[in-house]
């Protein structure tokens, strides 16, 4: 049974940084895609940014360039490294894998292709 459980979320400034961390078991695949997903008020849930088993990163548009993902492969923990943080930034953020590869950041931050989802840590961006 796939476990996922985020961690590292808080209250900061805008312009501040957090790091958040997943930590996962219960899968073994060869091929995957871990991702990050933030939840707003609106409750939609969007893609941030996603590595692969091979460790390559994908970013959206709001992510890059400010966001850095990161995957310990002993530990089978995700990070994501978060600089400039923005209101915007504001939500829920959770993380997910699935089976295969990324593909590209659209496939790879797809919310109706993940199934498995941790609890969420909450993120709050304040000016």
């Known amino acids: 049974q796939i476990q996922l459980g985020e961690s590292g979320g808080d209250s900061v400034q805008s312009g501040g940084s957090l790091k958040l961390s997943c930590a996962s078991s219960g899968y073994s695949y060869q091929l995957y895609c871990m991702a990050w997903f933030r939840q707003g008020p609106d409750g939609g849930r969007e893609g941030v940014a996603a590595i692969d088993a091979e460790g390559t990163e994908f970013y959206t548009d709001s992510a890059k360039g400010r966001f850095t993902v990161s995957r310990d492969k002993t530990s089978g923990t995700m990070y994501l490294l978060m600089n400039e943080l923005k209101l915007e930034d504001t939500g829920t953020y959770f993380c997910?894998?699935?089976?295969?590869?990324?593909?590209?950041?659209?496939?790879?931050?797809?919310?109706?292709?993940?199934?498995?989802w941790g609890q969420g840590t909450q993120v709050t961006v304040s000016s």
């Open positions: 997910t894998v699935r089976p295969g590869r990324c593909g590209n950041v659209d496939q790879a931050t797809l919310v109706n292709l993940y199934v498995v």
